[in-house]
């Protein structure tokens, strides 16, 4: 009895314990019951064999294992649009090495130099692309943005090509490519920070908002009471110039609803004033333009070479007339952007106009219009242009008669 008593006084803690686990182990099923909450839905099964390859992320959001895509689904809705992404989704065919059964194309097989048999193929999209690379390289240009470690890379790749003892075509002149995209989207960046005060003020307006669903319930409130169209808050990525725009463009819709928020919500302290809207709309019409084209040289299903210069041209005519506006605002802006635009299209681009000539509709006609608006002193360029075309023909020429 003593040693139970100073057992009982030393260790008070550990007695207790031990007793609440000797309950549970001799009544398991009371507390089964009282640990559950006979009001609490039961959360459905999942039953589809696409979750095998979706890892749940929130309770309506779902990424791909392989490509890392995220969609917003839910266990209990349709699954039809992660079905679609599996088809289609070439890290999948990658990690797995699936090949889908698909109807054959037919195609020509050279059997001797006098023959040809007539075979079938079935079209692979990851052996497409493996191949296109093959023929970036071979056809030597490669389309990199700006970045120093770029050139860094590409010179190592020239002297790599020269220890190899492989000619380069044209003397090199059309390996590296600068992005056009990439170059927009400096160009674009630049303007932007003659605004860059109210951007921030928008981007953390936004931030407040999309951070809390009560915040967005009210403030939809307000849209809906003042019978705005049901359009929803966009929050940039800072990297990417047309973001901010398509940020701008929503936000501007809602001008009037942000006052009142904050009328009811004192923590928010992030509305622009009257004459800072009124920038917004300038810069927004303004910048609908440069988003066209941004949307049209990052296309990815179907060709773009030929779509550069025309494009090119148009942003010129649009900066060179913008630079005379009467706004203070888009003047400045134009005038940015109009010395990064000098910087990296001042000088000739031919691979840009090699795209433009070679394309049948336009041949050596269109850098006759483009060129004396694009270039200061267009008529050596437009004779620097057919030159170039004549040369590359001819290293051609004499590259396939040698073989």
């Not at 004779?383 to 075309?389: A, G, I, P």
Request: proline share 4%.
């Amino acid at each position: 009895m003593a040693n139970d008593g100073n057992a009982d006084v030393n260790q008070p803690s550990i007695q207790v314990g031990t007793e609440g686990n000797d309950k549970q182990a001799e009544d398991p099923e009371v507390i089964h019951e009282e640990e559950r909450n006979p009001f609490e839905k039961k959360a459905r099964k999942k039953t589809s064999h696409v979750w095998d390859d979706f890892d749940t992320v929130t309770s309506k959001k779902s990424r791909c294992k392989f490509c890392k895509q995220t969609y917003c689904s839910q266990v209990s809705g349709p699954t039809i649009q992660l079905i679609r992404h599996l088809k289609n989704c070439v890290q999948r065919k990658l990690a797995l090495g699936n090949v889908e059964k698909k109807q054959k194309t037919l195609s020509f097989e050279t059997i001797e130099s006098d023959s040809v048999n007539l075979t079938t193929f079935k079209y692979d999209h990851v052996k497409v692309r493996e191949a296109a690379s093959h023929m970036l390289i071979y056809h030597e240009w490669i389309t990199v943005d700006n970045a120093s470690y770029n050139d860094l890379a590409l010179k190592i790749l020239q002297g790599t090509f020269k220890l190899l003892k492989k000619k380069l075509l044209f003397g090199s002149k059309l390996f590296h490519v600068r992005c056009c995209a990439h170059i927009l989207n400096l160009m674009v960046q630049d303007g932007l920070s003659v605004i860059g005060g109210v951007i921030e003020c928008v981007r953390e307006a936004v931030k407040y908002l999309v951070a809390s669903e009560p915040h967005l319930i009210q403030f939809s409130e307000i849209a809906k009471q003042l019978q705005l169209p049901s359009k929803r808050l966009i929050l940039d990525c800072p990297t990417r110039w047309n973001s901010a725009y398509l940020m701008l463009s929503a936000a501007l819709e809602f001008k009037d609803v942000f006052p009142r928020y904050s009328e009811r919500d004192l923590g928010f302290a992030y509305v622009p004033s009257y004459e800072e809207w009124e920038k917004v709309e300038k810069v927004c019409q303004f910048l609908e333009i440069f988003n066209d084209v941004t949307n049209i040289i990052s296309g990815s299903e179907y060709p773009t070479s030929n779509l550069f210069l025309t494009e090119v041209w148009r942003i010129k005519e649009i900066l060179d007339k913008s630079t005379e506006d009467c706004d203070d605002c888009i003047r400045l802006m134009a005038i940015r952007m109009k010395l990064k635009f000098d910087k990296y299209w001042g000088e000739s681009n031919l691979l840009m106009g090699l795209g433009k000539i070679l394309d049948p509709r336009y041949k050596m006609v269109l850098p006759g219009f483009c060129f004396p608006v694009i270039y200061y002193d267009p008529l050596p360029k437009v004779s620097q242009l057919k030159d170039s075309l004549y040369e590359l023909y001819n290293e051609y020429v004499a590259m396939h008669s040698q073989a």
